[in-house]
């Protein structure tokens, strides 16, 4: 059986363009369903001697890194070429020292039973918790000691991937899902990976295995058990509805009979077709299903211009899932398995401290040197009003981030000022104006391109001015107002 293609990722890892994806373990496992890890082992064991060696998990998909390590382990032990192991660390927000993180990979590395993992990504729920710098910074201190290879983000949205990058913090890949059915990752995300050799790896290609021939001209299914097919079906609903998917359906079959190949061949051909994907992760449910032979298929697949266009013709008539990618797990809607994600958030621990100067008013603080020596709050609420100081990119440590750079510094500020709204009660819809101070005037398209980003809907009042000389090594400074309707 011929091998999927390899590919590379970073400066230190190959991975192979089709990567086998250990997800759904978590839902084989769920609610105390027996599983037979032996039995699980020895089917991956038979993916990676077939050619399909590169392992997708993460932390929480179940007993998925224990069983890859013990691939690991046996093919070691039979003197073949082991395995690349992915997998993810997703921290619950706070603070990220060096014990913390070290903590958490040398737990993922415990479980696997290795001394290096090949491919750590990380994942973040929340951009206005700026540890995840923290986080990363440590990252790469253990890639130096050689825990890790290669740091992967997950589910980063093209604005605090460009952030992170321009931070110095060296990325090889950047996992996001990307599909016919979701083409946000076709957009900004691409453009900036491929301006920073960042390896974009797609999941939800196949969507839970409804893109493929066994739901054309199927009814609308009411009762869905697998997690898989529970999140891809409310990727159905937001780009149009099953009507709509049915007519995606027959256009990628009428591309698939032309190419003599299934309708799951097309879906991922047209994923690794685009230009900044560089492996595509097709889930594997072990022990219960082998499609390999099938999923070969894809990578010598050709799509040409009219293939394309038919494609585009019916993917145009979709409509665009909301947001910015990663966005499903931070905000509405929901587009995950369990749904509404929002008791998740809420259990998560507020930024900054708030004080309660008297009643009425309290008052918040971003830790900044600034604040005590200056004698000033970073945020106070009134009543309903919410007051946030002129905020600029500087972390609790007293660094500048993205020094030199005005869009990724704008990008840090207003993580910041969420944060200090949301801590004092707000939420973003409460953002009345936002006032820019800008050093260089010259910046003025790129930093309203990110405020853009973040309040385009929301269309608070704003001032812009340039030409301003700014304290300290900053471009831009930023202070807003919200008034809280609740």
Not at 404 to 411: F, H, K, L, M, N
Not at 429 to 449: H, P
Request: hydrophobic share 40%; glycine share 8%.
């Amino acid at each position: 059986m011929q091998e999927p293609i390899k590919t590379r990722l970073g400066k230190n890892v190959s991975i192979r363009r089709l990567v086998t994806g250990l997800w759904q373990m978590a839902d084989q496992e769920r609610d105390g369903k027996p599983f037979d890890l032996d039995a699980a082992a020895n089917a991956l064991h038979s993916y990676a001697q077939a050619g399909f060696d590169t392992f997708d998990m993460a932390d929480h998909y179940g007993s998925a890194e224990i069983i890859a390590g013990m691939v690991h382990k046996a093919m070691r032990k039979e003197g073949e070429n082991p395995p690349t192991i992915m997998t993810k660390w997703c921290p619950k927000p706070g603070e990220m020292s060096a014990v913390t993180v070290r903590k958490g990979i040398e737990t993922a590395l415990n479980r696997l039973e290795l001394d290096t993992i090949d491919v750590m990504q990380f994942h973040w729920w929340r951009y206005e918790s700026p540890e995840y710098l923290d986080a990363l910074f440590q990252l790469m201190r253990l890639r130096e000691e050689g825990l890790i290879r290669e740091i992967g983000l997950t589910n980063f949205d093209s604005q605090h991937l460009r952030m992170v990058i321009k931070n110095g913090i060296e990325i090889a890949s950047n996992q996001v899902c990307f599909s016919l059915l979701d083409r946000r990752a076709a957009g900004e995300l691409s453009k900036v990976a491929q301006d920073y050799d960042v390896a974009i790896l797609a999941f939800g290609t196949l969507a839970g295995g409804f893109l493929s021939e066994r739901w054309i001209k199927q009814q609308e299914p009411d009762d869905i058990r697998d997690w898989s097919r529970m999140k891809y079906k409310r990727y159905i609903d937001a780009a149009g509805g099953w009507t709509a998917f049915q007519a995606l359906l027959r256009a990628l079959d009428q591309v698939a009979r032309k190419h003599n190949v299934s309708i799951t061949n097309i879906a991922t051909a047209w994923a690794l077709d685009q230009t900044s994907v560089r492996a595509t992760i097709i889930g594997a449910r072990l022990t219960e299903g082998d499609h390999r032979i099938d999923n070969l298929r894809a990578q010598e697949i050709s799509l040409d211009d009219s293939d394309r266009a038919s494609i585009q013709a019916v993917t145009d008539d979709l409509l665009c899932i909301p947001g910015d990618c990663g966005d499903e797990y931070r905000k509405p809607p929901f587009l995950t398995a369990s749904g509404d994600l929002s008791h998740h958030l809420d259990t998560l621990p507020s930024v900054f401290d708030v004080v309660e100067v008297r009643p009425g008013r309290k008052h918040t603080d971003s830790g900044t040197m600034w604040e005590k020596r200056a004698g000033f709050s970073r945020a106070l609420r009134d009543g309903n009003r919410i007051l946030v100081s002129g905020t600029t990119a500087t972390d609790a440590s007293g660094n500048v981030v993205c020094e030199g750079d005005a869009e990724g510094q704008t990008v840090y500020i207003l993580d910041k000022i969420l944060a200090t709204i949301q801590d004092l009660g707000g939420t973003l819809e409460d953002l009345a104006r936002t006032r820019i101070f800008l050093r260089n005037t010259s910046d003025w398209e790129s930093v309203s391109g990110v405020h853009a980003r973040y309040f385009g809907n929301l269309r608070p009042t704003n001032t812009l001015v340039g030409g301003i000389d700014l304290v300290g090594p900053y471009l831009v400074e930023i202070e807003a107002e919200a008034i809280v309707q609740k």
